[in-house]
């Protein structure tokens, strides 16, 4: 199972690289770095989705899972694309949007004709319920992941469908057989048959709905839709369908990584990535990442609304599937197309010395993990978020904008509370991974040609911070990165293998202890930006040996930010 121990890169297709001029990024772009993505030591890339789409929410609303974006390229590009990866032993990943698609997506098409369509039930359809003096209600009061109703009212047939994110993508009905085996057909052994080597499967853990779609409890009697994620995740029939896809994942012996939103309950995780169960081969805990996100709506908190222990029991919690007594495997992840930049979330950017130092502590965190390592399009050099300065039209999520307006529209255009949304969104928004990658110097960081519009700005500090600079440089974050996956690789038993066994209780250093195969790997990491000391004498013992430092080799005084990885 060559993913067992494998790094994973993951592309954003429209902001890695444009190799036209359109100011989108594109598959032959993709294809043009394929020497820099082997440099890092990487075993595969996982692409984003590439399909036909109106782009509601990039790309995550296929109208064509048979088609590519035209501006990403043809299937053509996409098939040299698979070729070139496999003559140099790299795998490629697909990303499978299989809960909902586009309302542009011609079985929808379809279904929103009549009552009576053919595909009427391929989707989720629902009558309005009525009061006693007639008015029209929606079936529930369940909120969308983007805010608003989960519900849009179609006019021309009089009913409801559902919609779990935005408006324009309706969900599947996963119940119906017919709906089950054309999804197979053309979102998945269309490509398993191009030779690809598994999918990243979007929102896992949703196709199965609770079909009598219970009202939530109402959290938040000020906003007319109640937080009901916790209701449309791993409902009845969520293992039988993964089940289904997992019969034929096998015969293209294809591996699959989920994302398992909301789903904090390790015996629960384990359920769908247990080997014998032939389901997932592994799955995205959302833990870590949301730590310091609001508990009602993401972006209703502060910036470092978190603590160090919460970020321990975080790391641990989703450590355990993997405590040696199961059958499970599990991923390591800091950053993704969702999240904001782990360096501007978890370090410090206060001076050019300390950015580059927690950027070297947060790849030694991540990557001293057990299950499958996941790196994020410039997260190897150190990408941060958007500068605070930006304005909000420079975020072109939808998710954001969506806020935003809520925000506007609720607080009346109270300038206060405009202010506290914008630092969140600066914070946490999913915009900071989607800016261009920093390649080099030139204009837009050499992501486009110097004339053209990129359709995200490059960030203010591409000039100094980008992959250029760092590999000419040995002490870069770069070069930092690709010695912490080297090392990875050479002890998988100890890294992506081993136990995570203890941690310790304080609120300034991280340290880490996992086994395997009769050795220890002690992992210390100073989350403060002063010096710490400490006394790791007793677990070194008098055979240790240090594996990787961003710093120094003092056994009693630690630099700002420093880590550091010893073998016992
Ligand atoms: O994300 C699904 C998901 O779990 C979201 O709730 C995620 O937590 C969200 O980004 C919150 O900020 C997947 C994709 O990764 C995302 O980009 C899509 O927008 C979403 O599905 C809909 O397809
Ligand atoms: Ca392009």
Request: proline content about 5%; some cysteine.
């Amino acid at each position: 199972m060559w993913w067992k121990n494998a790094t994973v890169y993951q592309i954003y297709p429209p902001s890695f690289k444009d190799s036209n001029g359109d100011g989108i990024g594109d598959i032959p772009g993709i294809h043009s770095q394929l020497d820099y993505i082997q440099s890092l030591g990487v075993d595969a890339i996982w692409l984003c989705p590439i399909y036909d789409s109106p782009q509601h929410d990039m790309g995550y609303d296929v109208s064509n899972y048979e088609g590519v974006y035209p501006p990403y390229g043809t299937i053509e590009d996409v098939e040299k694309l698979i070729e070139a990866c496999h003559t140099r032993g790299l795998r490629i990943i697909l990303d499978l949007v299989v809960n909902h698609t586009s309302i542009e997506h011609a079985w929808f098409q379809e279904s929103r004709l009549s009552i009576s369509s053919a595909k009427r039930d391929w989707y989720i359809w629902r009558p309005p319920r009525y009061d006693q003096d007639g008015k029209r209600h929606l079936p529930n009061n369940w909120r969308s992941c983007f805010g608003g109703s989960v519900w849009a009212w179609d006019e021309a047939t009089g009913e409801y469908y559902l919609h779990l994110f935005t408006p324009q993508q309706p969900d599947l009905n996963w119940e119906n057989e017919e709906t089950r085996n054309a999804i197979y057909a053309s979102a998945m052994e269309f490509w398993l048959r191009k030779g690809i080597d598994g999918f990243r499967v979007d929102v896992a853990n949703a196709y199965s709905k609770d079909l009598s779609f219970p009202d939530a409890p109402v959290t938040d009697p000020q906003q007319e839709w109640q937080y009901a994620s916790h209701l449309f995740c791993n409902g009845p029939r969520s293992h039988e369908y993964l089940r289904e896809m997992g019969r034929i994942l096998k015969k293209y012996n294809a591996m699959t990584v989920g994302e398992l939103p909301l789903t904090p309950d390790i015996e629960q995780v384990l359920s769908y990535v247990s080997a014998k169960e032939g389901q997932l081969d592994m799955v995205f805990q959302f833990d870590m990442v949301h730590l310091g996100t609001g508990p009602d709506l993401k972006y209703q908190t502060v910036p470092r609304n978190w603590t160090l222990p919460e970020l321990k029991e975080r790391v641990r919690a989703t450590q355990r599937l993997m405590d040696g007594t199961t059958d499970g495997w599990s991923t390591a992840f800091l950053e993704n197309h969702d999240q904001a930049r782990c360096v501007s979330r978890w370090g410090c950017e206060s001076t050019p010395e300390l950015w580059a130092q927690s950027a070297k502590m947060l790849a030694i965190l991540v990557a001293s993990l057990s299950g499958t390592l996941f790196i994020y399009q410039g997260q190897e050099i150190g990408m941060v978020n958007a500068p605070a300065s930006w304005g909000m039209d420079e975020y072109k999520d939808v998710e954001s904008k969506d806020y935003y307006e809520f925000v506007r529209s609720t607080s009346h255009d109270d300038p206060v509370a405009l202010a506290a949304a914008k630092t969140a969104l600066q914070h946490l928004a999913r915009d900071h991974a989607r800016m261009p990658m920093q390649w080099d110097g030139t204009p837009h960081a050499g992501f486009t040609t110097p004339n053209a519009t990129p359709w995200m700005r490059a960030h203010d500090n591409y000039s100094v911070l980008n992959v250029k600079r760092q590999t000419l440089d040995g002490q870069s974050v770069l070069s930092f990165w690709k010695r912490v996956i080297a090392i990875r690789k050479e002890y998988p038993d100890v890294f992506a293998q081993g136990v995570f066994c203890h941690t310790n209780a304080d609120d300034k250093l991280f340290i880490i202890e996992k086994e395997g195969d009769g050795r220890k790997l002690v992992v210390v990491l100073n989350f403060t930006p002063s010096e710490q000391e400490m006394d790791l004498g007793a677990k070194l013992g008098d055979q240790s040996k240090l594996l990787l430092s961003n710093a120094g080799e003092s056994v009693h005084l630690l630099q700002p930010y420093e880590g550091r990885v010893y073998l016992v």
